[in-house]
């Protein structure tokens, strides 16, 4: 044997005992007989006696047992795992082959290789000389968790290959349970008494993320390459397909369906025949991946923001099912608002079993006249919520029931009080209501708010029965002795709960504002208020205005703003004239009565108003102060903190010791910081709302409407009215690109 053949051997031999070391020790699941094992050992300890420089201290001769474990480290992937933008109908997949022809400049189709978008989740895989040093998940794209120990258990990820001894490679790939496996767990939990899987992927993410690899090694997890990162001492195919076929020679499972396709008809047939072949498959997908096959045209398109140009996710369309509506109940939250939700037959949907299915509110139900008895169309929005569609009302039996809002609450007997403005129910009992009382309780302990370990819904309930808690800041008051005394509790479990009670009062302003329950106020918006805020008495004491500003005339929107622009334009002359005398004479097209009398009002002659048109001040215009914080929430703010009952709960909390450190205050130097931005039009990546947090995050000033004193415009498809108005002023406008642009690198915003 050559030297080189010599080390390769050598490679293969230390994966090899490594895995049966694994097996053996880790998962006690030995594969080979003891006799087989030794003769690898004998065979590797020969050629490192023969070449005792090549002996490295990791050499299964000179480590004892299993390989060292670095469970969930941090792993930095080489070449960033990126997502996938997304198409739900064949014109965004043609919008989508559009821009990559025009990128490319070409008017002949481009070819793409087509495959299926697995429902799992993204691993990478490092080979270095061919054999499996590193498996991770995806994480934020740029560092994920280390899960080497548990993706070795997983029978179609190879642990050696055939590829040269200096090499490295990065394969990525989606792993997936079966729904057989997936049946099998979950049989086998519901036996146990265990917790049971929603779906597959869920299943197959918590098995990845299991501390033990003998338990991820009991659930059979299937691994699937679709493409590779970093390469290094190798050279790979050219194309994506090529890539597939080269994985697969290798012995990694890829699609089997997949094909390169050209043109929308072929793009369309592939996704309409693997649509039709999805239900028989043995794993969830929920989509074709379409990507540009030449790596070469790949390179050239590049990539926005998290996502490649050259690539998209076409997605199926949720799955339906049909089932029957078997009574109708009315739940009671936190602010009193009565939820009616349809107990139907349980049914499979996407991969879950649906059982309960909200109606929202009684408007829902009359819109689609919904009865109890009554067969439905239901799916998941967005693959998660379930939702009724459609009532088939051919199959409405005689007996089917109307619903009716009960007109006492269910819970505590109170007048129910249907407001006719909002759809909403609510159960006047207010803090009367067992119910609401439980519901603002349960909130306040959850998770996301304080975050009491232990206190779940059965002792709430007990403790509201007992009368030992009236408000929250009673849980801070419980007695030891009165909880010992309560049935199942017991001095340990007694214990246990005023010890999480007590960690609870170390806190964050955020999570205690989003604790109170104010209405409106999620976690998201409560995390935006401590950051500006600061301090709970500032917040205490904010008025609306400290939120929302009004700029402008009211009733002067975008066009009247216009149109009183020209005509000023076309009064220059008069400016020591009298408003209302100038108007007399000549009135601006498209301006109400109402409105001239307020302009009259505001600025009593002509030169006012034009000192106000060319400070772009005319214009009515709502800023925000408070990311994210519109005058909605505000108003609901300031009215709970006007509230006597709220502040007496309140000073009882900080009486009982509740804390939390001053929130860091956001940087001055932020690199936005004193820049204003308008944003108009659809972006392909992101929401609007997302797009004015991006901003707002780096300092920005987001507002609504365009000025001169706007940095950019910026401009998604279709921008309308605003955009004009941009080119008109001559603000900047950014397009999607440059937008992805200046998110990566703020410096270099325009002025
Ligand atoms: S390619 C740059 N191919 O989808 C391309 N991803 O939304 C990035 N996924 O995190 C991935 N099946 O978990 C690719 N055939 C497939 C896929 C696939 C499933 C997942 C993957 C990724 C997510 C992106």
């Given at each position: 044997m050559s030297d080189s053949d010599e080390r390769k051997r050598l490679a293969a031999l230390r994966a090899e005992i490594n895995q049966h070391n694994f097996r053996y020790y880790v998962l006690d699941r030995p594969t080979v007989p003891d006799a087989e094992y030794d003769a690898l050992m004998r065979e590797l300890e020969a050629i490192e006696a023969e070449h005792p420089d090549w002996i490295t201290p990791d050499s299964p001769t000179q480590t004892v047992g299993a390989l060292p474990s670095h469970a969930f480290e941090t792993v930095e992937h080489q070449v960033p795992m990126l997502s996938l933008d997304n198409a739900f109908d064949a014109d965004e997949f043609a919008a989508f082959d559009r821009r990559v022809r025009e990128r490319l400049g070409r008017d002949e189709p481009v070819r793409y290789l087509s495959e299926p978008k697995f429902d799992g989740l993204a691993i990478s895989l490092t080979y270095e000389g061919g054999i499996l040093a590193r498996a991770a998940t995806r994480g934020d794209g740029r560092r994920g968790e280390d899960v080497t120990d548990n993706v070795r258990t997983i029978e179609t990820v190879p642990f050696s290959i055939d590829l040269p001894a200096d090499s490295r490679i990065e394969i990525r790939g989606e792993v997936v349970m079966t729904h057989e496996s997936f049946a099998e767990l979950n049989r086998r939990a519901e036996r146990r008494g265990e917790k049971v899987f929603a779906n597959p992927r869920n299943a197959a993410a918590g098995s990845l993320r299991q501390k033990d690899p003998r338990v991820t090694a009991s659930r059979p997890l299937h691994f699937f390459a679709y493409g590779i990162g970093a390469v290094d001492g190798i050279d790979v195919p050219e194309t994506q397909s090529g890539w597939l076929d080269w994985l697969e020679q290798l012995g990694f499972s890829v699609a089997e369906h997949r094909d390169r396709v050209e043109g929308l008809d072929e793009a369309r047939a592939f996704h309409a025949s693997l649509g039709e072949k999805r239900a028989g498959l043995a794993f969830d997908i929920d989509g074709v991946v379409y990507k540009v096959d030449s790596l070469a045209d790949q390179q050239r398109l590049g990539f926005v923001a998290r996502a490649p140009r050259w690539a998209i996710a076409w997605k199926f369309p949720a799955e339906e099912k049909l089932t029957q509506i078997r009574d109708v109940e009315f739940q009671v939250g936190r602010t009193g608002a009565l939820t009616p939700v349809a107990r139907v037959e349980p049914v499979a949907v996407g991969g879950v079993t649906v059982a309960n299915i909200t109606l929202h509110n009684m408007d829902e139900i009359e819109r689609k006249d919904v009865r109890i008895g009554d067969w439905v169309r239901v799916r998941r929005a967005g693959d998660v919520i379930p939702e009724i569609i459609e009532v088939l009302p051919e199959k409405r039996p005689d007996d089917a029931r109307r619903i009716e809002l009960p007109a006492n609450c269910p819970e505590c007997g109170s007048e129910v009080l249907r407001d006719e403005e909002q759809a909403v129910a609510r159960c006047t009992g207010g803090l009367f209501c067992p119910a609401q009382r439980r519901e603002a309780i349960r909130h306040f302990a959850s998770r996301k708010a304080m975050d009491i370990d232990g206190l779940g819904e059965k002792w709430i309930t007990l403790f509201l029965e007992r009368n030992l808690v009236e408000h929250v800041d009673d849980l801070f008051r419980l007695d030891r002795d009165d909880l010992v005394a309560l049935p199942r509790m017991g001095a340990k479990s007694a214990d246990n709960l005023l010890e999480s009670l007590e960690k609870a009062k170390q806190t964050t302003l955020d999570r205690f504002l989003f604790a109170l329950g104010i209405p409106l106020v999620g976690s998201e918006t409560a995390d935006e208020l401590a950051k500006h805020f600061r301090d709970l008495q500032a917040l205490r004491e904010a008025a609306f205005e400290d939120f929302i500003e009004h700029k402008g005339v009211?009733?002067?929107?975008p066009k009247r703003a216009e149109s009183l622009q020209d005509w000023l334009a076309e009064h220059k002359?008069?400016?020591?004239?009298?408003l209302h005398e100038a108007f007399a004479e000549d009135r601006p097209v498209g301006v109400d009565e109402k409105t001239l009398a307020r302009l009259e009002e505001a600025f009593p002659t002509l030169a006012d108003m034009q000192r106000a048109a060319e400070k772009g001040q005319l214009q009515n215009e709502t800023i925000t102060k408070v990311p994210g914080i519109g005058p909605e929430i505000a108003k609901s703010i300031v009215a709970f903190f006007k509230q006597d009952h709220n502040n007496e709960v309140i000073d009882g909390l900080l009486d009982a010791g509740i804390h939390w450190p001053t929130p860091e205050a956001p940087?001055?130097?932020?690199?936005?910081?004193g820049k204003t931005f308008v944003i108009t039009g659809t972006l392909p990546n992101m929401t609007r709302d997302e797009a004015s947090d991006r901003l707002t995050a780096l300092g920005a000033k987001v507002t609504s409407s365009v000025s001169k004193k706007t940095t950019a415009l910026i401009a998604g498809e279709a921008g309308g009215s605003k955009l004009d108005k941009a080119n008109k002023l001559g603000v900047p406008v950014l397009d999607a690109e440059a937008f992805a642009r200046l998110l990566d690198d703020p410096s270099a915003a325009p002025g």
């Amino acid at each position: 044997m050559s030297d080189s053949d010599e080390r390769k051997r050598l490679a293969a031999l230390r994966a090899e005992i490594n895995q049966h070391n694994f097996r053996y020790y880790v998962l006690d699941r030995p594969t080979v007989p003891d006799a087989e094992y030794d003769a690898l050992m004998r065979e590797l300890e020969a050629i490192e006696a023969e070449h005792p420089d090549w002996i490295t201290p990791d050499s299964p001769t000179q480590t004892v047992g299993a390989l060292p474990s670095h469970a969930f480290e941090t792993v930095e992937h080489q070449v960033p795992m990126l997502s996938l933008d997304n198409a739900f109908d064949a014109d965004e997949f043609a919008a989508f082959d559009r821009r990559v022809r025009e990128r490319l400049g070409r008017d002949e189709p481009v070819r793409y290789l087509s495959e299926p978008k697995f429902d799992g989740l993204a691993i990478s895989l490092t080979y270095e000389g061919g054999i499996l040093a590193r498996a991770a998940t995806r994480g934020d794209g740029r560092r994920g968790e280390d899960v080497t120990d548990n993706v070795r258990t997983i029978e179609t990820v190879p642990f050696s290959i055939d590829l040269p001894a200096d090499s490295r490679i990065e394969i990525r790939g989606e792993v997936v349970m079966t729904h057989e496996s997936f049946a099998e767990l979950n049989r086998r939990a519901e036996r146990r008494g265990e917790k049971v899987f929603a779906n597959p992927r869920n299943a197959a993410a918590g098995s990845l993320r299991q501390k033990d690899p003998r338990v991820t090694a009991s659930r059979p997890l299937h691994f699937f390459a679709y493409g590779i990162g970093a390469v290094d001492g190798i050279d790979v195919p050219e194309t994506q397909s090529g890539w597939l076929d080269w994985l697969e020679q290798l012995g990694f499972s890829v699609a089997e369906h997949r094909d390169r396709v050209e043109g929308l008809d072929e793009a369309r047939a592939f996704h309409a025949s693997l649509g039709e072949k999805r239900a028989g498959l043995a794993f969830d997908i929920d989509g074709v991946v379409y990507k540009v096959d030449s790596l070469a045209d790949q390179q050239r398109l590049g990539f926005v923001a998290r996502a490649p140009r050259w690539a998209i996710a076409w997605k199926f369309p949720a799955e339906e099912k049909l089932t029957q509506i078997r009574d109708v109940e009315f739940q009671v939250g936190r602010t009193g608002a009565l939820t009616p939700v349809a107990r139907v037959e349980p049914v499979a949907v996407g991969g879950v079993t649906v059982a309960n299915i909200t109606l929202h509110n009684m408007d829902e139900i009359e819109r689609k006249d919904v009865r109890i008895g009554d067969w439905v169309r239901v799916r998941r929005a967005g693959d998660v919520i379930p939702e009724i569609i459609e009532v088939l009302p051919e199959k409405r039996p005689d007996d089917a029931r109307r619903i009716e809002l009960p007109a006492n609450c269910p819970e505590c007997g109170s007048e129910v009080l249907r407001d006719e403005e909002q759809a909403v129910a609510r159960c006047t009992g207010g803090l009367f209501c067992p119910a609401q009382r439980r519901e603002a309780i349960r909130h306040f302990a959850s998770r996301k708010a304080m975050d009491i370990d232990g206190l779940g819904e059965k002792w709430i309930t007990l403790f509201l029965e007992r009368n030992l808690v009236e408000h929250v800041d009673d849980l801070f008051r419980l007695d030891r002795d009165d909880l010992v005394a309560l049935p199942r509790m017991g001095a340990k479990s007694a214990d246990n709960l005023l010890e999480s009670l007590e960690k609870a009062k170390q806190t964050t302003l955020d999570r205690f504002l989003f604790a109170l329950g104010i209405p409106l106020v999620g976690s998201e918006t409560a995390d935006e208020l401590a950051k500006h805020f600061r301090d709970l008495q500032a917040l205490r004491e904010a008025a609306f205005e400290d939120f929302i500003e009004h700029k402008g005339v009211t009733g002067i929107g975008p066009k009247r703003a216009e149109s009183l622009q020209d005509w000023l334009a076309e009064h220059k002359a008069d400016g020591s004239a009298a408003l209302h005398e100038a108007f007399a004479e000549d009135r601006p097209v498209g301006v109400d009565e109402k409105t001239l009398a307020r302009l009259e009002e505001a600025f009593p002659t002509l030169a006012d108003m034009q000192r106000a048109a060319e400070k772009g001040q005319l214009q009515n215009e709502t800023i925000t102060k408070v990311p994210g914080i519109g005058p909605e929430i505000a108003k609901s703010i300031v009215a709970f903190f006007k509230q006597d009952h709220n502040n007496e709960v309140i000073d009882g909390l900080l009486d009982a010791g509740i804390h939390w450190p001053t929130p860091e205050a956001p940087a001055d130097d932020a690199p936005l910081t004193g820049k204003t931005f308008v944003i108009t039009g659809t972006l392909p990546n992101m929401t609007r709302d997302e797009a004015s947090d991006r901003l707002t995050a780096l300092g920005a000033k987001v507002t609504s409407s365009v000025s001169k004193k706007t940095t950019a415009l910026i401009a998604g498809e279709a921008g309308g009215s605003k955009l004009d108005k941009a080119n008109k002023l001559g603000v900047p406008v950014l397009d999607a690109e440059a937008f992805a642009r200046l998110l990566d690198d703020p410096s270099a915003a325009p002025g």
